[in-house]
């Protein structure tokens, strides 16, 4: 009887320690990708577009500039300087469900634009280089054209930063890079 005993207990324990949080694909390559985005804390990129399907000349002459300026365990605020305009600010969070990424738009006086805190939240996993934040409910509100929006963010290591946008269903697209090899001086703070 004392055999079967302490079979039982070697069993219990055993099936203990696999009852431990599991860690799951989402969490392994998207906390990969966060400890990326984190590294650039504080550094500034040169940026070029290298698709666009929009038509807007300023992207195509003005210089552009990454600055990951801000950085929290769960938030990181990369403002993005288009020329002389520095009203851009992309947030990407930490959420129970994935990674969010919001456009944060303001005026010269700090006042929000009011097309403002548009995005979208993770759907899976992605990768450790690049995940994809597919357009919310308040952002199909805000901009109705943009329900089928998806966001993509890219961070290889020393290489690249990309931000890329695709409407699903239509040819629009925008894709910017910033050379990762090269950090250049900040600029000043975003409106």
């Given at each position: 009887?004392?055999?079967?005993?302490?079979?039982?207990?070697?069993?219990?324990?055993?099936?203990?320690g696999c009852?431990?949080?599991?860690?799951?694909?989402?969490?392994?390559?998207?906390?990969?990708?966060?400890?990326?985005?984190?590294?650039?804390?504080?550094?500034?990129?040169?940026?070029?577009?290298?698709?666009?399907?929009?038509?807007?000349?300023?992207?195509?002459?003005?210089?552009?500039?990454?600055?990951?300026?801000?950085?929290?365990?769960?938030?990181?605020?990369?403002?993005?300087?288009?020329?002389?305009?520095?009203?851009?600010?992309?947030?990407?969070?930490?959420?129970?469900?994935g990674l969010?990424?919001?456009?944060?738009?303001?005026?010269?006086?700090?006042?929000?634009?009011?097309?403002?805190?548009?995005?979208?939240?993770?759907?899976?996993?992605?990768?450790?280089?690049?995940?994809?934040?597919?357009?919310?409910?308040?952002?199909?509100?805000?901009?109705?054209?943009?329900?089928?929006?998806?966001?993509?963010?890219e961070v290889?290591?020393?290489?690249?930063?990309?931000?890329?946008?695709?409407?699903?269903?239509?040819?629009?697209?925008?894709?910017?890079?910033?050379?990762?090899?090269?950090?250049?001086?900040?600029?000043?703070?975003?409106?």
């Open positions: 009887m004392q055999k079967p005993i302490a079979v039982l207990w070697l069993c219990s324990l055993a099936l203990a009852q431990s949080s599991p860690v799951t694909p989402a969490a392994t390559e998207q906390q990969a990708f966060w400890q990326s985005l984190q590294a650039l804390c504080g550094k500034a990129y040169a940026g070029r577009v290298v698709e666009d399907s929009t038509g807007d000349p300023r992207f195509k002459v003005q210089p552009m500039v990454m600055h990951v300026r801000e950085c929290g365990d769960a938030q990181v605020r990369i403002p993005f300087h288009v020329g002389g305009d520095g009203s851009r600010t992309w947030v990407l969070s930490q959420t129970a469900a969010r990424l919001k456009h944060d738009h303001r005026h010269q006086d700090g006042s929000e634009d009011k097309i403002t805190q548009y995005g979208g939240d993770t759907r899976g996993p992605g990768t450790a280089s690049a995940q994809e934040f597919h357009a919310d409910a308040h952002t199909a509100s805000l901009i109705p054209a943009a329900a089928t929006n998806v966001w993509t963010v290889i290591a020393g290489q690249r930063f990309a931000y890329a946008l695709r409407r699903e269903g239509t040819d629009r697209r925008f894709r910017v890079e910033f050379d990762l090899a090269r950090p250049i001086t900040p600029p000043p703070p975003p409106w």
